[in-house]
């Protein structure tokens, strides 16, 4: 039981990182469109044949008997069956535009939109000129939604959920300028060696000369030298 102080907690995701750009989904709508109108107009078209087969509910029995005609032209007709609404496998997640989204909900999503709208252009071809019912057009195009669902979608998603926490993430710091080298010291000439003046040093003056000098000085008469 949750309290009115607990905390509710976020389960959403911020829109960059749980929807598909605008521009994208712009894109895959237009794809879409051009696909579907694509695939009318092949399946929905006269064909002035002169004879066809009879319409076929056993699952894969036109496959089998394609290929009982030719190995190559069976694997063509076999091929084209599947590329018919394969790129729906795409398109559709693609339209819806949810990143979040888990693999088998949309698998089954994607195959059973695909297989409403095979089976709405079989009845409905089955009018025309040319056309006869077949179930295997069903089968074949819903195996060709799944299988471009399951190799293209979950990596795609992927990638485009890991390439917002990419830009979020912050830019390194960048590393510190290395300090500039002092200049190389230049090497300098020796500055010349003036050669020095000797100083004259004053001779020693004796006693009796030093005294006679003071008493001249003083106007004494010179102490007497024995």
């Known amino acids: 039981m949750r309290t009115e102080n607990e905390p509710t907690r976020q389960w959403s995701a911020s829109p960059s990182a749980a929807e598909v750009p605008r521009p994208l989904r712009a894109a895959g709508l237009t794809a879409l469109v051009l696909h579907l109108v694509v695939v009318g107009w092949i399946v929905l078209r006269p064909l002035p044949v002169a004879w066809v087969y009879d319409a076929n509910l056993t ?123 002092p200049p190389p010291v230049q090497p300098q000439a020796p500055l010349p060696v003036k050669a020095q003046t000797p100083v004259p040093v004053p001779l020693p003056v004796p006693l009796p000369a030093a005294a006679k000098l003071s008493a001249a000085a003083y106007g004494r008469p010179a102490p007497r030298t024995r």
């Open 59 to 181: 699952p894969f029995g036109s496959v089998r008997r394609a290929l009982s005609l030719g190995e190559a032209a069976g694997l063509w007709q076999v091929a084209c069956e599947l590329l018919l609404l394969a790129p729906l496998g795409v398109l559709l997640p693609l339209v819806r535009g949810r990143l979040r989204a888990a693999w088998l909900p949309s698998f089954l999503r994607a195959a059973g939109v695909s297989a409403l709208l095979a089976t709405g252009l079989e009845i409905v071809g089955s009018w025309v000129p040319g056309h006869v019912l077949n179930v295997d057009h069903i089968l074949l195009g819903v195996a060709g939604v799944s299988l471009t669902h399951l190799a293209v979608v979950p990596a795609a998603r992927a990638v485009l959920r890991a390439r917002p926490a990419r830009e979020n993430r912050p830019a390194p710091a960048p590393a510190p300028a290395p300090l500039p080298s």
